[in-house]
């Protein structure tokens, strides 16, 4: 099975760039960041040059010796045994974070030998900077890669179905020959998330045990890295917080509260593991925005925020919610009380838009589930895991504060009334295309 990412085009643009620097792709572990890179290398150079810093530690002694960029492609020639040349060769460093001054020689490689093509995967590349681990400032590229998003899983789950989402250029309601199998595939889903050896594992295999051992697997995975690389008197800060994270976003109010990891405990005693959470990707942190004005990030209240998961499918195995559900209507869309639904629209976001979301609170009248910025304007956004679509809180927020433009995602049909984008679950990869046809 060929699953296309959505990032092959960022990171074809970053080969072709006047400019290129050292790239490095960031992610949570098992996003798929090392097989895209071999991908892309394969369709797009002549020849890869595939490192593991985490495999192969002897590699260290190489960066520990010199900084020199010529001398150290000649010992990785060495251990490659071929040629790496400038353009032709892709250089792949895995688990960068493993070797610190492999990173600090990516400076020198794009000043001073920037013909060498170098993209980089790290794991822990976060855990590894909060650390103090010196960083070339201004001398590398960036890109992020997620779990697949909804759409990069319906181009593998169903290739017409995705061609008429991706045909969508006016706001007319989605015909139920669309609509319905759309939501079905949605509930699948839910079932796999985006991590790609789940959705091999629903798609391909066609086995739901599978799919839950994957996931399982991939859950345990991250549990090690509690124990391998955080500190022994952190280690069950974060796993009390880990296994938290169902019943804190279970609760009608979803913001974290300390005293739901455990009883009795303090933010100050905890909040060092929730940051290496967060460093890990392994947890996405929400501000409560205490005023809805640009920018965004100027009026965070940092004791007032919601914690959720990179992927909905991890959410599901670790909240222990069985696959059967997707059998029992809309339940998978309103269960935790539509946490599963704000955590997908969540990761949908984090696709499309620059930064984080916030969300916004009005005492105990309303709450917003999400705000963006998007050229230049705050954009509000309710979350309905339902059909049942009122928006008392989303329309309280209208009257405070006028916003040109509002979405509200549901399992209601696409339409735009009043600078009201109503957008079916089902779409909202689609959010900022229809916040261009809505502005246009």
């Not at 990516?106 to 103090?132: H, N, Q, T, W």
């Not at 909905?312 to 997707?326: E, K, N, Q, T």
């Not at 955590?343 to 984080?356: K, P, T, V």
Request: glycine share 4%; aromatic share 12%.
């Amino acid at each position: 099975m060929k699953i296309q990412r959505y990032a092959l085009r960022l990171l074809a643009k970053w080969k072709n760039s006047s400019d290129r620097k050292p790239v490095i792709l960031q992610g949570a572990r098992q996003v798929g960041k090392t097989w895209l890179l071999k991908h892309f290398g394969d369709r797009e150079f002549k020849n890869v040059a595939y490192f593991n810093f985490e495999r192969q530690t002897e590699l260290k002694q190489f960066f520990e010796r010199t900084k020199d960029p010529e001398q150290i492609i000649e010992n990785l020639t060495l251990v490659h045994g071929s040629a790496i040349l400038p353009q032709t060769t892709l250089i792949i460093f895995d688990e960068i974070q493993e070797c610190n001054e492999a990173l600090n020689s990516l400076k020198y490689f794009c000043e001073d030998a920037p013909g060498y093509a170098i993209a980089c995967a790290g794991s822990l590349l976060g855990v590894a900077m909060s650390r103090g681990a010196s960083f070339p400032v201004g001398k590398v590229d960036f890109i992020t890669l997620y779990p697949l998003s909804f759409a990069e899983f319906l181009a593998v789950a169903d290739q017409d179905l995705f061609r008429y989402t991706e045909s969508i250029d006016k706001f007319k309601p989605v015909p139920d020959i669309f609509f319905n199998p759309l939501r079905d595939k949605l509930k699948m889903f839910y079932i796999s998330g985006g991590m790609p050896e789940a959705v091999v594992a629903l798609l391909d295999k066609k086995d739901m045990q599978i799919t839950q051992d994957v996931l399982q697997n991939i859950l345990n995975s991250y549990s090690l890295d509690f124990s391998k690389h955080v500190d022994i008197k952190d280690i069950p800060k974060i796993q009390y917080i880990w296994a938290s994270l169902p019943s804190q976003l279970a609760r009608e109010n979803k913001k974290f509260l300390y005293r739901t990891v455990r009883t009795g405990a303090r933010a100050r005693e905890y909040e060092d593991a929730l940051q290496w959470l967060v460093n890990a990707g392994l947890v996405y942190r929400i501000f409560s925005s205490s005023k809805p004005s640009l920018p965004l990030s100027s009026y965070d209240d940092l004791s007032a925020f919601k914690v959720y998961m990179p992927d909905v499918g991890l959410l599901r195995r670790l909240s222990l919610l069985d696959p059967i559900a997707i059998s029992e209507g809309n339940r998978l869309f309103t269960e935790f009380r539509g946490a599963m639904t704000e955590n997908l629209i969540l990761e949908s976001l984090m696709h499309q838009f620059e930064g984080l979301p916030r969300y916004w609170r009005s005492g105990n009248i309303a709450e917003v589930d999400f705000l963006v910025q998007y050229k230049n304007r705050v954009i509000p956004m309710e979350v309905k895991s339902d059909e049942n679509a009122r928006s008392k809180s989303l329309a309280f927020y209208r009257k405070a504060y006028n916003p040109e433009l509002a979405i509200r995602y549901s399992l209601k049909n696409l339409s735009f009334e009043d600078g009201l984008i109503s957008i079916p679950l089902f779409l909202a990869d689609y959010t900022t295309r229809f916040l261009d046809m809505a502005g246009s």
